[in-house]
């Protein structure tokens, strides 16, 4: 393990070294694509465009801009439990990218590569005080069921819950899996905060914008809309399954949920709209903490690890979307994809795909002499 960190360092620190400009001669003979952020959506955007494209178009160059890599993004705090909001809003294109991601994790849940993902089966609970009607997920997941009446004498105030196995991808393993992944196919990963397309538009062909809540720097979105959370890990290992609790009326993540991971459990119950500070808040940390407790008493004797809190990047619905910018004579692509709140980890892959998808569209149009070989 110490060998693969070491590794990935040695890689982050070579990014703000890369070049940003060779010569445009030189450019001009590769298909250049720059991704904007690299937290889950940014990485799984590229891993998907390089496995479908690179051995069709020759060279394919991408190179990943960010100023910040794991482990310091918001997929590497996230929990990591694969599952929608229980009430999605029923949106076909987000209920699909869900099922195609935990159908693209399941393949490789019992491989050679899931503990270095941080991919394992997590069970558990979803408890209610009012009867919800079954998530649009209930296939997607293995052995959705309702509690019995036994069941619900274990969480007293809840009258309702289902029980379903899932699947747990922890970020801070499957970022730098991912980085490993793309390394390997030769793309670049260059530490700068970009200010604005157009600042990249001479090199590149087509710009993938998963900046997550700082979409906002790039292009006003008043859809877009900070979700902070704030949560705790503990070390707690007879925690054995997921326990999310639920209260409709006081919306979503507002109520305590326990997820135990690999190593440590995280507990959380903040959800506050609008609000953009990313510092840990003790009146926070005392709500989380008094509702897991309550919630699961032998809680009260885990041992405390770390505070951390960040910024959910919500939105009515995630925008996956092209648009074409002029810059000067030249017009380039921007591929949005961003504003998927609360469960990047759980619908990624299915972003990534239509990304690509959207991609082999441009080049189908844009580029006739690719256009022969794809």
């Known amino acids: 393990m110490h060998e693969f960190s070491g590794r990935l360092e040695a890689l982050v620190r070579l990014a703000p070294g890369v070049p940003i ?24 955007a590229a891993q998907c465009i390089i496995e479908r494209f690179h051995s069709v178009i020759k060279p394919l160059n991408i190179v990943v801009y960010a100023d910040k890599f794991t482990p310091h993004t918001t997929s590497d705090g996230a929990a990591g439990l694969w599952q929608p909001y229980v009430l999605d809003r029923g949106i076909p294109e ?37 009867q919800l009607p079954d998530p649009s997920w209930k296939d997607a997941v293995l052995g959705f069921r309702h509690l019995t009446e036994e069941e619900l004498k274990l969480f007293p105030g809840f009258s309702h819950g289902w029980f379903n196995t899932a699947l747990m991808l922890e970020g801070k393993s499957y970022l730098p899996w991912l980085m490993e992944r793309l390394k390997e196919h030769g793309v670049q990963f260059v530490q700068k905060k970009v200010s604005s397309f157009q ?37 707690a290992p007879w925690i054995k399954h997921f326990i999310l609790s639920h209260d409709q009326k006081a919306g979503i993540y507002t109520k305590p949920y326990i997820i135990p991971g690999s190593r440590l459990v995280t507990v959380g119950g903040i959800f506050q709209l609008g609000n953009w500070n990313e510092e840990n808040d003790p009146k926070d940390h005392n709500i989380v903490w008094e509702g897991a407790c309550k919630l699961v008493p032998s809680l009260k004797n885990a041992r405390i690890v770390e505070d951390w809190t960040g ?11 092209r648009q074409i910018f002029n810059a000067g004579p030249k017009k380039f692509e921007v591929i949005h994809n961003y504003g998927h709140g609360g469960y990047g980890l759980t619908i990624h892959w299915g972003c990534a795909m239509e990304v690509a998808n959207i991609f082999g569209r441009i080049l189908q149009e844009k580029k006739p002499s690719w256009r022969s070989q794809l």
């Open 94 to 130: 987000e209920v699909k990218w869900n099922k195609e991601t935990f159908e693209y994790l399941r393949k490789y849940v019992n491989s050679p590569d899931a503990n270095e993902m941080g991919l394992f089966l997590q069970s558990g609970y979803n408890i209610f005080k009012e």
């Open 199 to 235: 600042e990249l538009s001479p090199e590149f062909d087509v710009i993938v914008n998963c900046t997550g809540i700082r979409a906002q720097e790039l292009q006003p979105d008043p859809q877009l809309i900070p979700a902070r959370g704030q949560i705790i890990k503990v070390y």
């Open 311 to 321: 910024l959910r990047p919500t939105r009515n619905r995630i925008r996956i979307e």
């Open 21 to 44: 400009s060779e010569t445009l001669e030189h450019r001009r003979k590769k298909m250049q694509v720059a991704v904007l952020g690299a937290g889950v959506i940014g990485l799984s």
